[in-house]
Protein backbone atom coordinates (compact mmCIF):
# COMPACT_ATOMS: atom_id res chain seq x y z
CA UNK A 1 0.00 0.00 0.00
CA UNK A 2 1.58 3.67 -0.57
CA UNK A 3 1.12 6.31 1.45
CA UNK A 4 1.19 9.50 0.52
CA UNK A 5 3.64 11.77 3.04
CA UNK A 6 3.61 15.71 3.96
CA UNK A 7 6.10 17.48 6.10
CA UNK A 8 5.90 21.43 7.59
CA UNK A 9 8.43 22.04 9.71
CA UNK A 10 10.43 24.93 10.34
CA UNK A 11 14.17 25.86 10.87
CA UNK A 12 17.42 27.32 9.63
CA UNK A 13 21.00 25.86 9.41
CA UNK A 14 24.48 27.67 7.50
CA UNK A 15 27.06 24.55 6.49
CA UNK A 16 30.11 25.56 5.02
CA UNK A 17 30.46 24.39 1.63
CA UNK A 18 34.36 23.90 0.66
CA UNK A 19 35.68 23.68 -2.80
CA UNK A 20 38.89 24.15 -4.60
CA UNK A 21 38.99 26.86 -7.09
CA UNK A 22 42.13 28.47 -9.56
CA UNK A 23 41.01 31.11 -9.82
CA UNK A 24 18.71 58.57 -11.74
CA UNK A 25 16.26 58.89 -12.73
CA UNK A 26 16.21 60.82 -15.23
CA UNK A 27 14.41 64.40 -15.38
CA UNK A 28 10.81 63.60 -15.96
CA UNK A 29 9.19 65.61 -18.26
CA UNK A 30 5.46 66.16 -19.39
CA UNK A 31 4.82 62.90 -20.76
CA UNK A 32 0.93 62.66 -21.46
CA UNK A 33 -1.12 59.49 -19.79
CA UNK A 34 -4.67 58.67 -20.92
CA UNK A 35 -6.87 57.60 -18.16
CA UNK A 36 -5.72 54.18 -16.48
CA UNK A 37 -7.57 51.38 -15.31
CA UNK A 38 -6.26 49.48 -11.82
CA UNK A 39 -6.82 45.87 -13.87
CA UNK A 40 -3.49 43.67 -14.54
CA UNK A 41 -3.95 44.20 -17.87
CA UNK A 42 -2.95 47.22 -20.53
CA UNK A 43 -5.44 49.45 -21.67
CA UNK A 44 -4.94 49.32 -25.09
CA UNK A 45 -4.92 48.13 -27.95
CA UNK A 46 -6.74 44.88 -27.99
CA UNK A 47 -6.18 42.01 -30.09
CA UNK A 48 -8.34 40.53 -32.62
CA UNK A 49 -11.44 38.34 -31.26
CA UNK A 50 -11.43 35.04 -31.22
CA UNK A 51 -14.83 33.71 -32.35
CA UNK A 52 -16.41 30.29 -31.80
CA UNK A 53 -19.61 28.49 -32.11
CA UNK A 54 -21.21 26.81 -28.74
CA UNK A 55 -22.65 24.17 -31.38
CA UNK A 56 -26.22 24.87 -30.24
CA UNK A 57 -27.66 26.82 -33.63
CA UNK A 58 -25.70 27.80 -36.83
CA UNK A 59 -26.18 31.07 -35.79
CA UNK A 60 -25.14 30.96 -31.79
CA UNK A 61 -22.04 32.66 -31.00
CA UNK A 62 -20.03 33.56 -28.44
CA UNK A 63 -17.31 35.72 -28.26
CA UNK A 64 -13.71 35.38 -26.05
CA UNK A 65 -11.46 38.35 -25.48
CA UNK A 66 -7.97 37.25 -24.18
CA UNK A 67 -5.87 40.52 -23.25
CA UNK A 68 -2.31 39.73 -23.62
CA UNK A 69 0.41 43.01 -23.49
CA UNK A 70 2.63 43.64 -26.03
CA UNK A 71 5.16 45.22 -23.07
CA UNK A 72 6.78 42.49 -22.09
CA UNK A 73 7.98 42.31 -18.39
CA UNK A 74 9.58 39.98 -16.19
CA UNK A 75 6.24 39.36 -13.95
CA UNK A 76 7.83 38.64 -10.39
CA UNK A 77 10.07 41.95 -10.36
CA UNK A 78 13.27 42.80 -10.78
CA UNK A 79 16.60 43.24 -8.21
CA UNK A 80 17.49 47.29 -7.68
CA UNK A 81 20.97 46.58 -9.06
CA UNK A 82 20.43 44.10 -12.02
CA UNK A 83 19.81 44.45 -15.67
CA UNK A 84 16.84 45.76 -16.09
CA UNK A 85 14.95 45.53 -19.75
CA UNK A 86 11.69 45.13 -20.75
CA UNK A 87 11.04 44.42 -25.15
CA UNK A 88 7.66 45.47 -26.65
CA UNK A 89 6.24 43.21 -29.52
CA UNK A 90 4.75 45.58 -32.24
CA UNK A 91 6.22 46.82 -35.53
CA UNK A 92 6.32 50.21 -35.71
CA UNK A 93 6.59 52.20 -32.56
CA UNK A 94 7.12 55.86 -31.60
CA UNK A 95 10.47 55.33 -29.58
CA UNK A 96 9.43 56.87 -25.85
CA UNK A 97 8.21 55.39 -23.04
CA UNK A 98 7.91 55.73 -19.31
CA UNK A 99 7.76 54.02 -15.33
CA UNK A 100 4.65 55.08 -13.62
CA UNK A 101 4.18 54.25 -10.29
CA UNK A 102 1.84 51.36 -10.00
CA UNK A 103 -0.25 53.25 -7.06
CA UNK A 104 0.13 57.07 -7.33
CA UNK A 105 0.38 56.54 -11.66
CA UNK A 106 2.92 59.30 -11.20
CA UNK A 107 5.22 59.45 -14.04
CA UNK A 108 9.11 58.71 -12.52
CA UNK A 109 11.12 57.96 -15.33
CA UNK A 110 11.44 57.97 -19.06
CA UNK A 111 13.32 56.24 -21.45
CA UNK A 112 13.61 55.62 -25.08
CA UNK A 113 13.21 52.51 -26.96
CA UNK A 114 15.36 50.94 -29.11
CA UNK A 115 14.77 48.63 -32.04
CA UNK A 116 16.21 45.08 -32.87
CA UNK A 117 17.91 43.64 -35.72
CA UNK A 118 14.86 41.34 -37.27
CA UNK A 119 14.99 38.14 -34.94
CA UNK A 120 16.50 34.82 -36.73
CA UNK A 121 16.48 32.88 -34.08
CA UNK A 122 13.20 31.39 -33.38
CA UNK A 123 10.62 34.58 -33.02
CA UNK A 124 9.96 34.85 -37.00
CA UNK A 125 6.98 37.25 -37.38
CA UNK A 126 8.01 39.69 -34.76
CA UNK A 127 9.36 42.77 -34.57
CA UNK A 128 11.00 43.94 -30.85
CA UNK A 129 11.76 47.01 -29.45
CA UNK A 130 13.56 46.95 -26.36
CA UNK A 131 13.83 49.41 -23.27
CA UNK A 132 17.14 49.34 -21.03
CA UNK A 133 15.97 51.05 -17.55
CA UNK A 134 19.33 49.40 -15.43
CA UNK A 135 20.17 53.16 -14.17
CA UNK A 136 16.40 53.02 -12.47
CA UNK A 137 16.64 51.24 -9.26
CA UNK A 138 13.95 52.99 -6.77
CA UNK A 139 12.24 49.78 -4.78
CA UNK A 140 8.96 50.21 -5.36
CA UNK A 141 5.30 48.72 -7.66
CA UNK A 142 5.79 49.91 -10.97
CA UNK A 143 4.13 49.52 -15.17
CA UNK A 144 5.45 50.76 -18.13
CA UNK A 145 3.34 52.95 -20.56
CA UNK A 146 3.84 53.27 -24.11
CA UNK A 147 1.67 55.62 -25.85
CA UNK A 148 1.11 53.38 -29.01
CA UNK A 149 0.36 50.06 -27.35
CA UNK A 150 -0.78 51.58 -23.72
CA UNK A 151 0.14 49.41 -20.15
CA UNK A 152 2.16 46.44 -19.41
CA UNK A 153 1.60 44.13 -16.26
CA UNK A 154 2.39 45.71 -12.56
CA UNK A 155 6.02 44.54 -11.62
CA UNK A 156 8.28 45.10 -8.50
CA UNK A 157 11.66 46.95 -8.46
CA UNK A 158 13.61 45.74 -4.88
CA UNK A 159 15.81 43.41 -2.83
CA UNK A 160 13.08 40.97 -1.96
CA UNK A 161 11.64 40.74 -5.77
CA UNK A 162 12.38 37.03 -6.37
CA UNK A 163 11.91 36.29 -2.03
CA UNK A 164 8.42 35.57 -1.74
CA UNK A 165 8.79 33.02 -5.00
CA UNK A 166 11.62 31.41 -3.02
CA UNK A 167 9.18 30.98 0.49
CA UNK A 168 6.27 30.59 -2.06
CA UNK A 169 8.56 27.11 -3.55
CA UNK A 170 9.89 26.17 -0.22
CA UNK A 171 6.13 26.28 0.99
CA UNK A 172 5.57 24.12 -1.56
CA UNK A 173 7.68 20.99 -1.49
CA UNK A 174 7.26 20.70 2.60
CA UNK A 175 3.38 20.77 2.21
CA UNK A 176 4.00 18.56 -1.30
CA UNK A 177 2.55 14.92 -1.33
CA UNK A 178 5.25 12.32 -2.13
CA UNK A 179 4.63 9.11 -3.54
CA UNK A 180 7.74 8.10 -4.99
CA UNK A 181 11.39 7.59 -3.05
CA UNK A 182 13.62 9.20 -5.95
CA UNK A 183 11.58 12.41 -5.75
CA UNK A 184 11.51 12.90 -2.39
CA UNK A 185 15.49 11.86 -2.40
CA UNK A 186 16.22 14.42 -5.27
CA UNK A 187 14.45 17.25 -3.76
CA UNK A 188 16.30 16.41 -0.02
CA UNK A 189 19.88 16.89 -1.61
CA UNK A 190 18.91 19.78 -4.09
CA UNK A 191 17.93 21.77 -0.74
CA UNK A 192 20.59 20.52 1.14
CA UNK A 193 23.05 21.36 -1.76
CA UNK A 194 21.35 24.69 -1.34
CA UNK A 195 22.70 25.36 2.32
CA UNK A 196 25.82 24.02 1.47
CA UNK A 197 26.78 26.69 -1.07
CA UNK A 198 24.57 29.61 -0.34
CA UNK A 199 24.81 29.63 3.74
CA UNK A 200 23.16 32.58 4.07
CA UNK A 201 19.87 30.89 1.80
CA UNK A 202 16.83 29.84 4.02
CA UNK A 203 17.05 26.42 4.75
CA UNK A 204 13.70 24.21 6.52
CA UNK A 205 16.44 22.24 8.73
CA UNK A 206 13.21 20.15 10.28
CA UNK A 207 12.10 19.43 7.06
CA UNK A 208 15.16 18.07 5.72
CA UNK A 209 15.69 15.95 9.17
CA UNK A 210 11.61 14.62 9.06
CA UNK A 211 12.39 13.48 5.22
CA UNK A 212 15.81 12.05 6.44
CA UNK A 213 13.77 9.84 9.12
CA UNK A 214 10.67 8.82 6.83
CA UNK A 215 13.55 7.38 4.77
CA UNK A 216 15.65 5.84 7.03
CA UNK A 217 12.26 3.84 8.28
CA UNK A 218 11.45 2.89 4.85
CA UNK A 219 14.54 0.39 4.66
CA UNK A 220 14.34 -3.10 4.30
CA UNK A 221 15.53 -4.15 8.20
CA UNK A 222 17.30 -7.44 6.35
CA UNK A 223 19.21 -6.25 3.50
CA UNK A 224 18.77 -1.92 4.02
CA UNK A 225 17.18 -1.71 0.46
CA UNK A 226 14.72 1.09 0.26
CA UNK A 227 11.36 0.77 -2.36
CA UNK A 228 10.36 2.27 -5.27
CA UNK A 229 7.50 4.48 -3.33
CA UNK A 230 6.88 5.03 0.06
CA UNK A 231 5.09 2.69 2.52
CA UNK A 232 2.99 3.27 4.84
CA UNK A 233 3.25 2.16 8.84
CA UNK A 234 1.29 -0.53 8.62
CA UNK A 235 2.64 -2.07 5.45
CA UNK A 236 6.00 -1.36 6.76
CA UNK A 237 5.48 -3.27 10.07
CA UNK A 238 3.66 -6.25 8.23
CA UNK A 239 6.77 -6.27 5.80
CA UNK A 240 9.38 -6.87 9.15
CA UNK A 241 6.55 -9.38 10.40
CA UNK A 242 6.69 -11.61 7.58
CA UNK A 243 10.33 -11.36 7.54
CA UNK A 244 10.43 -14.25 10.43
CA UNK A 245 7.83 -16.41 8.81
CA UNK A 246 8.29 -15.94 5.01
CA UNK A 247 6.47 -18.75 4.29
CA UNK A 248 3.43 -17.03 5.11
CA UNK A 249 4.29 -13.73 3.46
CA UNK A 250 1.42 -11.78 1.56
CA UNK A 251 3.86 -9.40 0.40
CA UNK A 252 6.37 -9.55 -1.96
CA UNK A 253 9.26 -7.42 -1.31
CA UNK A 254 11.56 -7.71 -3.54
CA UNK A 255 9.51 -6.58 -6.87
CA UNK A 256 8.83 -3.44 -4.36
CA UNK A 257 12.61 -2.47 -4.11
CA UNK A 258 14.15 -0.40 -6.45
CA UNK A 259 17.90 -0.70 -6.85
CA UNK A 260 18.68 2.90 -8.35
CA UNK A 261 16.49 4.15 -5.49
CA UNK A 262 18.85 2.61 -2.34
CA UNK A 263 21.93 3.79 -4.26
CA UNK A 264 20.34 7.23 -4.25
CA UNK A 265 19.43 6.99 -0.10
CA UNK A 266 23.60 5.49 0.36
CA UNK A 267 24.04 8.99 -1.36
CA UNK A 268 21.25 11.62 0.62
CA UNK A 269 21.64 9.81 4.18
CA UNK A 270 25.77 10.30 3.62
CA UNK A 271 24.82 14.01 2.74
CA UNK A 272 22.77 14.89 6.26
CA UNK A 273 25.68 13.00 7.89
CA UNK A 274 27.95 15.78 6.50
CA UNK A 275 25.88 18.12 6.26
CA UNK A 276 23.69 17.77 9.71
CA UNK A 277 26.86 15.67 12.28
CA UNK A 278 27.05 18.90 14.35
CA UNK A 279 23.54 19.76 15.08
CA UNK A 280 21.92 16.54 14.91
CA UNK A 281 24.75 14.25 15.84
CA UNK A 282 22.44 11.18 16.78
CA UNK A 283 20.23 11.19 13.55
CA UNK A 284 23.58 11.86 11.43
CA UNK A 285 25.55 8.53 13.27
CA UNK A 286 21.87 6.85 12.15
CA UNK A 287 21.75 8.07 8.90
CA UNK A 288 25.47 6.92 8.22
CA UNK A 289 25.09 3.66 9.34
CA UNK A 290 21.85 3.01 7.16
CA UNK A 291 24.13 4.46 4.48
CA UNK A 292 26.83 1.65 4.72
CA UNK A 293 24.29 -1.03 4.82
CA UNK A 294 22.32 0.41 1.96
CA UNK A 295 25.63 0.82 -0.17
CA UNK A 296 27.15 -2.70 0.94
CA UNK A 297 23.42 -4.05 -0.79
CA UNK A 298 23.35 -2.17 -3.73
CA UNK A 299 27.37 -3.14 -4.45
CA UNK A 300 26.16 -6.44 -5.48
CA UNK A 301 24.07 -5.39 -8.54
CA UNK A 302 26.20 -2.33 -9.33
CA UNK A 303 25.54 -3.34 -12.87
CA UNK A 304 22.03 -3.30 -12.70
CA UNK A 305 22.16 0.64 -11.50
CA UNK A 306 22.63 3.83 -13.23
CA UNK A 307 26.45 5.13 -13.01
CA UNK A 308 25.32 8.46 -12.20
CA UNK A 309 23.21 6.90 -8.74
CA UNK A 310 26.48 4.64 -8.25
CA UNK A 311 28.80 7.59 -8.13
CA UNK A 312 26.78 9.85 -6.02
CA UNK A 313 26.61 7.10 -3.10
CA UNK A 314 30.33 6.92 -3.58
CA UNK A 315 30.96 10.48 -3.22
CA UNK A 316 28.76 11.39 -0.46
CA UNK A 317 30.20 8.63 1.59
CA UNK A 318 33.88 9.27 0.40
CA UNK A 319 33.37 12.84 1.41
CA UNK A 320 31.78 11.41 5.43
CA UNK A 321 34.23 8.35 5.89
CA UNK A 322 37.39 8.73 3.59
CA UNK A 323 37.13 4.93 3.14
CA UNK A 324 39.29 3.96 0.00
CA UNK A 325 36.70 1.48 -1.00
CA UNK A 326 34.57 4.48 -1.68
CA UNK A 327 37.40 6.65 -3.25
CA UNK A 328 38.28 3.89 -5.44
CA UNK A 329 34.75 3.32 -6.73
CA UNK A 330 34.13 6.89 -7.85
CA UNK A 331 36.66 5.61 -10.60
CA UNK A 332 34.44 3.10 -11.60
CA UNK A 333 31.26 4.29 -11.40
CA UNK A 334 31.65 8.05 -13.15
CA UNK A 335 31.10 6.99 -16.61
CA UNK A 336 29.93 10.76 -17.58
CA UNK A 337 32.38 12.54 -19.87
CA UNK A 338 33.58 15.81 -18.21
CA UNK A 339 32.38 18.04 -20.99
CA UNK A 340 28.83 16.16 -20.85
CA UNK A 341 28.60 17.27 -17.01
CA UNK A 342 24.26 17.33 -16.31
CA UNK A 343 21.98 17.87 -13.37
CA UNK A 344 19.27 16.84 -15.49
CA UNK A 345 16.15 15.21 -13.90
CA UNK A 346 17.15 12.50 -11.33
CA UNK A 347 20.69 12.48 -12.49
CA UNK A 348 22.97 12.81 -9.88
CA UNK A 349 26.32 13.64 -11.45
CA UNK A 350 26.84 17.24 -10.53
CA UNK A 351 25.32 16.53 -6.69
CA UNK A 352 28.09 13.90 -6.95
CA UNK A 353 30.43 16.38 -8.53
CA UNK A 354 29.77 18.99 -5.90
CA UNK A 355 30.12 16.44 -2.99
CA UNK A 356 34.01 15.07 -4.34
CA UNK A 357 35.52 18.69 -4.82
CA UNK A 358 34.12 19.52 -1.07
CA UNK A 359 35.81 16.60 0.44
CA UNK A 360 37.40 16.75 3.16
CA UNK A 361 39.77 14.22 2.20
CA UNK A 362 42.15 13.51 -0.24
CA UNK A 363 41.57 14.25 -3.96
CA UNK A 364 43.03 13.85 -7.34
CA UNK A 365 44.03 17.63 -8.34
CA UNK A 366 43.50 16.39 -11.77
CA UNK A 367 40.08 15.15 -11.37
CA UNK A 368 39.01 18.12 -9.87
CA UNK A 369 40.94 20.44 -12.15
CA UNK A 370 39.34 18.35 -15.35
CA UNK A 371 35.53 18.57 -13.08
CA UNK A 372 35.75 22.37 -12.95
CA UNK A 373 36.94 23.27 -16.55
CA UNK A 374 34.16 20.83 -17.81
CA UNK A 375 31.66 22.85 -15.96
CA UNK A 376 33.48 26.49 -17.45
CA UNK A 377 33.32 24.89 -20.30
CA UNK A 378 29.65 24.38 -19.99
CA UNK A 379 29.10 27.29 -19.30
CA UNK A 380 31.06 29.95 -21.49
CA UNK A 381 28.72 28.02 -24.55
CA UNK A 382 25.72 28.98 -22.76
CA UNK A 383 27.11 32.46 -22.07
CA UNK A 384 28.29 32.69 -25.59
CA UNK A 385 25.14 31.61 -27.38
CA UNK A 386 23.00 34.08 -25.45
CA UNK A 387 21.92 36.84 -27.58
CA UNK A 388 19.82 39.99 -27.44
CA UNK A 389 17.16 38.77 -30.24
CA UNK A 390 16.48 35.33 -27.81
CA UNK A 391 16.33 37.88 -24.43
CA UNK A 392 19.78 37.56 -23.30
CA UNK A 393 19.38 33.61 -23.38
CA UNK A 394 20.74 31.20 -26.14
CA UNK A 395 19.20 31.09 -29.18
CA UNK A 396 17.59 27.83 -29.25
CA UNK A 397 15.88 28.32 -26.53
CA UNK A 398 11.93 27.87 -27.77
CA UNK A 399 14.09 24.41 -28.17
CA UNK A 400 14.25 23.48 -24.25
CA UNK A 401 11.92 21.99 -22.20
CA UNK A 402 11.38 23.73 -18.98
CA UNK A 403 14.29 20.81 -17.25
CA UNK A 404 16.80 22.18 -20.00
CA UNK A 405 16.51 25.53 -18.83
CA UNK A 406 17.00 25.12 -15.23
CA UNK A 407 19.68 22.49 -15.76
CA UNK A 408 21.51 25.45 -17.62
CA UNK A 409 20.39 27.96 -14.41
CA UNK A 410 21.94 24.99 -12.21
CA UNK A 411 25.25 25.37 -13.87
CA UNK A 412 25.48 28.98 -14.19
CA UNK A 413 24.89 29.12 -10.04
CA UNK A 414 27.43 26.49 -9.65
CA UNK A 415 30.15 27.93 -11.79
CA UNK A 416 29.70 31.28 -11.16
CA UNK A 417 29.54 30.90 -7.09
CA UNK A 418 33.53 28.80 -7.92
CA UNK A 419 34.14 31.43 -10.01
CA UNK A 420 32.82 34.42 -8.33
CA UNK A 421 32.27 35.67 -11.85
CA UNK A 422 29.48 38.58 -12.19
CA UNK A 423 29.14 36.91 -15.97
CA UNK A 424 27.56 34.02 -15.24
CA UNK A 425 25.19 35.04 -13.18
CA UNK A 426 23.86 37.86 -14.99
CA UNK A 427 23.13 35.50 -17.66
CA UNK A 428 21.50 33.30 -15.24
CA UNK A 429 19.25 36.23 -14.28
CA UNK A 430 18.45 36.42 -17.79
CA UNK A 431 17.18 32.66 -17.68
CA UNK A 432 14.92 33.41 -14.99
CA UNK A 433 13.19 36.65 -16.70
CA UNK A 434 12.62 34.60 -19.49
CA UNK A 435 10.79 32.25 -17.55
CA UNK A 436 9.07 34.72 -15.26
CA UNK A 437 7.94 36.73 -18.45
CA UNK A 438 10.01 37.86 -21.14
CA UNK A 439 9.77 35.79 -23.73
CA UNK A 440 8.18 35.58 -27.01
CA UNK A 441 4.99 33.96 -25.78
CA UNK A 442 4.58 36.64 -22.99
CA UNK A 443 4.06 34.39 -20.12
CA UNK A 444 5.07 33.01 -17.01
CA UNK A 445 6.17 29.88 -16.97
CA UNK A 446 6.13 29.76 -12.85
CA UNK A 447 2.58 29.53 -13.12
CA UNK A 448 1.87 28.75 -16.18
CA UNK A 449 2.78 25.82 -19.08
CA UNK A 450 5.42 25.46 -21.45
CA UNK A 451 5.19 23.00 -24.26
CA UNK A 452 2.73 20.77 -22.28
CA UNK A 453 4.54 20.32 -19.47
CA UNK A 454 3.31 21.23 -15.90
CA UNK A 455 3.31 24.56 -14.38
CA UNK A 456 6.58 25.32 -13.02
CA UNK A 457 5.26 25.68 -9.14
CA UNK A 458 3.53 22.47 -9.40
CA UNK A 459 6.41 20.14 -9.94
CA UNK A 460 8.84 19.53 -7.01
CA UNK A 461 11.66 18.71 -8.38
CA UNK A 462 11.71 21.36 -10.30
CA UNK A 463 11.00 23.98 -7.56
CA UNK A 464 14.05 22.18 -5.67
CA UNK A 465 16.22 23.43 -8.55
CA UNK A 466 14.44 26.68 -8.11
CA UNK A 467 15.36 26.84 -4.64
CA UNK A 468 18.73 26.02 -5.69
CA UNK A 469 19.00 28.73 -8.36
CA UNK A 470 17.49 31.34 -6.16
CA UNK A 471 19.43 30.26 -3.00
CA UNK A 472 21.96 33.17 -4.15
CA UNK A 473 19.84 36.10 -3.89
CA UNK A 474 18.61 34.89 -0.59
Known amino acids: MVVIYRFNKLHRSAVGFLMAASLLLQGCGAFSLPASDTSDAPNEPLPAVDV ?59 GELHRLSDDKNGNSGHSFYIGDFSEFNTEGDYRIYQPDVGYSYEFRIGRDSYHHIYEESYKAITQAEYIQTSALIYTLSNLMLTSEIYTNAYCNDAFITGGIELLLSQQHPRTGAVYSELQNPDTLALIEQE ?69 FASSELYRATGQYRYKKAIADYDLIPVEDRTC ?10 VAYLSSGYKTEYIRCEELMTGYREIAAEISKSSTKQSFYVQNDIKDLSEDDILNNMMTLGLVSYVLSGHEYASIQANYLHYLFGINGEKTNYYTNSMNGEKPLNTDIVKLSKLIFILGNGE
Open 243 to 311: LNSPANATIQTDSMISLSATAELAGVLAQYYCDYFDTDQATAVAALKAAGKAYNYIDRYRDSIPSDSLY
Open 344 to 353: SDYDHTMLAD
Open 52 to 110: ATLGLSEGCTYEYVRQVPSIITDRIGYLPSSKKVIYIDHPDLSRQYCIINADTEEVIFE
